[in-house]
């Protein structure tokens, strides 16, 4: 579903909400007048701050990518502290 804005000649917006492609041309306004279907910009500002910032890294790396010139590194797990893991049978 899609929601489409409606402009009523006294300047009041409303909003219906349609499958694409299938928006009503006009639509009845609260002030009971008969408003017209407007043309806007799609409705991006809807996403989360999350994919905000993953688009702009996207963007970024885009033009200016990072090289990696090394694997990396992988440290060793940490030794037990507990001594009875000293008694524990070895494969």
Not at 14 to 32: E, I, L, N
Not at 49 to 73: L, Y
Request: glycine share 6%; charged share 20%; hydrophobic share 35%.
């Amino acid at each position: 579903m899609v929601d489409y804005l409606y402009r009523c000649p006294e300047g009041h917006e409303t909003t219906h909400a349609a499958a694409m492609g299938d928006a009503a041309p006009r639509a009845s306004c609260h002030c009971g007048q008969d408003a017209r279907r407007a043309f806007t910009a799609p409705m991006l500002g809807g996403a989360r701050r999350a994919s905000h910032g993953a688009i702009e890294r996207a963007q970024a790396s885009a033009e200016n990518p990072a090289v990696v010139r090394s694997a990396p590194t992988v440290s060793a797990p940490a030794a037990p502290t507990d001594p009875r893991h000293a008694m524990l049978p070895r494969p």
